[in-house]
């Protein structure tokens, strides 16, 4: 079975709206965390967000959240106002158990915003 | 910036022939791993250390060695290149409380 499970291979959004990136992943261990990552057509992984698997909260940085619904398994990536500069492929990861367990990463979603 | 170089950048070789891909981290973190990444595939784990010469296979070891003699330097070696070798190779280093992944330029790699 897949770890990580992203099922938009593309997805297209208007610039200045929000775009939800949808990731689903699959884990017994009680303990993991979850990052997202942005690919932009220049090659370098950039990290974006993480969640840790006891966080009570949904972590937010920026512009980028991460909604975080741990019964159901996902952790989507919500973009607001999205910018140009936002088109990229988006990398959901994640480290099964503790820290310096290999991360596993999805297929990625590629995005482009729209003027 | 997490400080991660990679060298070569691009390369092209011949099947049969040994490559060797070097990472360099100047930050001391102490976990380096080796991935690849291919269309469809995301990316790939193909090795990792969590010290001077501690290391471990990934979900494609195959047909890759790595070593670390040093904390700053993590090589990746395909001992005889294959086609399916041709890929993109990025190095990342693990920082942070959470070892969040910081990841390196990538080598593009082209095994003729």
């Known amino acids: 079975a897949q770890k990580i499970t992203q099922t938009q291979p593309g997805m297209f959004v208007q610039e200045k709206e929000a775009v939800t990136l949808d990731c689903t992943y699959d884990t017994s261990d009680p303990s993991y965390g979850l990052f997202w990552y942005k690919q932009p057509s220049s090659g370098e992984m950039i990290f974006l967000i993480y969640?840790?698997?006891?966080?009570?909260q949904n972590a937010t940085e920026g512009r980028y959240s991460l909604n975080f619904q741990k019964a159901r398994k996902s952790a989507n990536l919500v973009i607001s106002a999205s910018q140009l500069g936002d088109s990229a492929m988006y990398f959901c990861?994640?480290?099964?158990?503790?820290?310096?367990?290999?991360?596993?990463f999805g297929t990625g979603t590629s995005l482009t915003v729209i003027p | 910036d997490a400080g991660i170089t990679q060298s070569p950048r691009h390369k092209v070789t011949e099947t049969g022939t040994p490559v060797t891909l070097r990472c360099h981290q100047t930050e001391n973190h102490r976990y380096m791993y080796w991935y690849r990444q291919d269309p469809g595939h995301g990316l790939r784990l193909i090795h990792y250390s969590y010290g001077v010469k501690d290391t471990d296979k990934g979900e494609v070891s195959d047909g890759y060695s790595v070593s670390r003699s040093k904390t700053e330097d993590f090589l990746l070696t395909l001992e005889s290149a294959t086609s399916s070798q041709t890929s993109v190779y990025f190095c990342?280093?693990?920082?942070?409380?959470?070892?969040?992944?910081?990841f390196g330029p990538g080598t593009r790699l082209l095994v003729l």
């Open positions: 990861a994640m480290r099964e158990g503790n820290i310096g367990n290999q991360f596993y």
């Open positions: 990342a280093i693990g920082t942070g409380l959470q070892e969040t992944q910081y």
């Open positions: 969640q840790g698997s006891y966080d009570q």
